[in-house]
């Protein structure tokens, strides 16, 4: 059974980066799959940030772009994210999904992580 | 950029039927995918590609797309139904990029 577990700091300061980790357990991120980054301002909906297959290959957020990059680590079955430049605009949940398609077309997010909440302030 | 409008509430009896819509631009040629988020917690798929559930989820749950309005019925409402519902679709566009719907408040009364 596949799980992803985020992690990372829960404090990050105005103009900083923003960096979190995604474990993901129970599934090689080497045989497959795009992974992604979904956050959540509190109080407010969804919003993509982007995501990446086990290649590296990576699809970003047009109005994030400038500010993120999604990188992948094949040997500790993880990915990540940074977001550079962060302002209190950029305080959510941060959540790491799987992408249900197996072969890396555009698809549903079929398993979550629980979230962590990242807070922009000084 | 691609835009998915849904209603901010809706409220049902239990035992009801709740409908909640998506809306966009020929929304119908492209594939939606709901999701249910409880408060506090991470969102769950409960639709993909239209109108196909997930393992384990209630087949009072079933999706339709046509045209530009694409719905997520929940058929005989129960109180843990009450939570937040997400469409969300693929922007093949010039952005290419993942799209979510301003989301529904369901509300069983």
Same mark, same amino acid.
């Given at each position: 059974?596949?799980?992803?577990?985020?992690?990372?700091?829960?404090?990050?300061?105005?103009?900083?980066?923003?960096?979190?980790?995604?474990?993901?357990?129970?599934?090689?991120? +080497?045989?497959?799959?795009?992974?992604?980054?979904?956050?959540?301002?509190?109080?407010? &909906?969804?919003?993509?940030?982007?995501?990446?297959?086990?290649?590296?290959?990576?699809?970003?957020?047009? !109005?994030?772009?400038?500010? %993120?990059?999604?990188?992948?680590?094949?040997?500790?079955?993880?990915?990540?994210?940074?977001?550079?430049?962060?302002?209190?605009?950029?305080?959510?949940?941060?959540? #790491?999904?799987?992408?249900?398609? /197996?072969?890396?077309?555009?698809?549903?997010? @079929?398993?979550? &992580?629980?979230?962590?909440?990242?807070?922009?302030?000084? | 950029?691609?835009?998915?409008?849904?209603?901010?509430?809706?409220? %049902?009896?239990?035992?009801?039927?709740?409908?909640?819509?998506?809306?966009?631009?020929?929304?119908?040629?492209?594939?939606?995918?709901?999701?249910?988020?409880?408060?506090? $917690?991470?969102?769950?798929? =409960? %639709?993909? @590609?239209? +109108?196909?559930?997930? +393992? &384990?989820?209630?087949?009072?749950?079933?999706?339709?797309?046509?045209?530009?309005?694409?719905? /997520?019925?929940?058929?005989? =409402?129960?109180?843990? @139904?009450?939570?937040?519902?997400? #469409? $969300?679709?693929? @922007?093949?566009?010039?952005?290419? !990029?993942?799209?979510?719907?301003?989301?529904?408040?369901?509300?069983? /009364?």
């Amino acid at each position: 059974q596949v799980q992803l577990q985020e992690s990372g700091p829960g404090l990050v300061k105005p103009s900083e980066t923003l960096s979190l980790t995604c474990a993901v357990s129970g599934y090689s991120i +080497s045989s497959g799959y795009y992974w992604g980054w979904i956050r959540q301002p509190p109080g407010k &909906g969804l919003e993509w940030i982007g995501s990446i297959y086990h290649s590296g290959s990576t699809y970003y957020n047009p !109005s994030l772009k400038s500010r %993120v990059t999604i990188s992948v680590d094949t040997s500790k079955n993880q990915f990540s994210l940074k977001l550079s430049s962060v302002t209190a605009a950029d305080t959510a949940v941060y959540y #790491c999904a799987k992408v249900r398609d /197996l072969d890396g077309a555009p698809d549903a997010f @079929d398993i979550w &992580g629980q979230g962590t909440m990242v807070t922009v302030s000084s | 950029s691609y835009v998915l409008t849904q209603p901010p509430s809706v409220s %049902v009896a239990p035992g009801q039927t709740a409908r909640i819509t998506c809306g966009g631009n020929n929304i119908g040629s492209k594939s939606v995918h709901w999701y249910q988020q409880k408060p506090g $917690q991470a969102p769950v798929l =409960v %639709v993909y @590609d239209d +109108s196909d559930r997930p +393992s &384990g989820i209630p087949e009072r749950f079933s999706g339709s797309n046509s045209g530009n309005t694409a719905t /997520l019925t929940i058929s005989r =409402v129960e109180a843990g @139904d009450e939570a937040d519902y997400y #469409c $969300q679709v693929w @922007d093949s566009s010039s952005d290419h !990029s993942y799209v979510f719907g301003t989301g529904t408040k369901v509300t069983v /009364l």
